[in-house]
């Protein structure tokens, strides 16, 4: 098989295709041969060297893939050999030969496309958990999402739009046309004093929902913003990447302007601060194949759509990289294995 290692930290340049035995499953395993993998922002972190979940380098990562099973272990139910999955494993999804628990590989629905099934499983299951399960998205609220033309962000817009939800969304300039396709109402620029303009849109109250990977210094205006009854969640700390190797005192800087919340503030402000690290559900099974299958009813109701930007060959994984350090991505960018 061949993966894709980060054999240091360091720039996109560490990543470096290697080629190793197949492996084969073990009972209750089945084996994937991919056909696309997913890129989510937290691999760029790790190869930065600022993920401390993430395996110890030089290491394999990768959250999501699609492709189809070629081999199954003793006692496997529920998928079968031929048959096409997508699922998530805990990092290694950057290879063209995955051997994961069955219970986290997902038959694909007929109508999607290998691209689509490994651009749907990390940013659709962040958006809808932190929205539909431990939030509770009432319809025509007024929701802001930062990165909004991100992978999780497009999801997130894609969900508040089936509750009919006012979106305000943080993005670069040249990505707010394709904000608007998309259905998000107020684009905003991610230079621009945004507190100032939800202000002014909203006749100064606000909105309902903040989800916020950015962090810092963020997430106190987030709360500040926030109407009676709102919702801040905490998912992310792009701020902390400052460039495409790592900066320990831009990093520090940022842990030190979070602001800290005590129980009481919070109730005599009616605010809600929660958080959401999917990294941290993996053992969920059943809380995460329940919100994983409601998001494939969604998606073959027609509600949800995965974007995909670009695809990029293994052997240019460090290209691919650049392109999302570089903010060029819309949506998501994938692996696929060389021809
Ligand atoms: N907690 C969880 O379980 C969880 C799960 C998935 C993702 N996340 C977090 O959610 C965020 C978005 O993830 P994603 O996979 O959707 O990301 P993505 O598709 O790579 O989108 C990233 C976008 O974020 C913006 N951005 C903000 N800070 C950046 C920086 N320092 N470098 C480059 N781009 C930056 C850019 O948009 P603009 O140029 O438009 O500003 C960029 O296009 C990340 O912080 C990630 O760690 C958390």
Redesign the pocket.
Known sequence: MRQIWITKAGPPEVLSVREAPDPSPGPKEVRIRVRAAG????D??ARVGL?PDAPKIPCVVG?EVSGVVDAVGAGVTRVREGERVFGMPRFGGYTDTLVVDERQAFPMPDAMSFEEGAALP??Y??AH?MMLYTGNLRPRSRVLV??????????AIQLAKTRDCEIFG???R??HAFLKEQGCQHPIA?DADYVAEVRAATDGRGVDLVLD???GRSWSEGYDLLAPAGRLV??????????KTRSLLHAVGQLLRIRSYNPRTLMDDNKTVS???????FGEVSMLSEQFEALVRMYEAGQIAPHVDRTFPFSEAAAAHHY??????????LLVPDA
């Open positions: 890129i989510n922002f937290a760029l972190m993920y959250y990390v940013v299951l962040t958990h930062h990165s909004a033309a991100g992978g999780v962000g497009l999801a943080i993005a670069s040249s990505k991610n990977p950015v962090g905490a998912f992310g700390l792009s701020s902390a990447a400052a460039g958080g959401c690290n999917m990294g941290h559900l999302l350090h570089d903010r060029k991505a819309k949506g998501k960018v």
